[in-house]
């Protein structure tokens, strides 16, 4: 699996386009070494889980830590499918490219 390091070093040798972290390329967009594009019918919902060893007593420190992220947890929102199925929808409308010749 190609690290961040290597996709990078293809893009600035012209091997191609990436999806990649923007935390991962800030210093390359401020240097004008790359471009970044918006794409507005893109969307990603990211996942991201809280794991800890389920055989062994928390720390006190662990277990408030647990408590506050338990208690921040946001559900996403619901415009984010309404959105997607949106833009499922207007696809669809919108036909093959031969149906609108």
């Known amino acids: 699996m190609p690290t961040v390091e290597t996709i990078l070093r293809m893009e600035q040798e012209n091997e191609g386009v990436a999806f990649l972290p923007r935390m991962c390329v800030e210093q390359d967009l401020a240097r004008g070494l790359l471009r970044e594009i918006?794409?507005?019918?893109?969307?990603?919902?990211?996942?991201i889980r809280l794991v800890y060893p389920s055989r062994r007593a928390l720390s006190h420190a662990a277990k408030a830590f647990l408590?506050?992220?338990k208690s921040a947890v946001v559900e996403p929102p619901a415009t984010a499918n309404y959105m997607i199925e949106n833009?499922?929808?207007?696809?669809?409308?919108?036909?093959?490219?031969?149906?609108?010749?």
């Not at 918006?38 to 996942?47: A, D, I, K």
């Not at 833009?87 to 010749?101: E, I, N």
């Open 87 to 101: 833009s499922k929808r207007a696809a669809l409308d919108q036909g093959s490219p031969k149906d609108r010749a």
């Open 38 to 47: 918006g794409v507005s019918e893109l969307y990603c919902e990211r996942n």
């Open 67 to 69: 408590e506050v992220v």
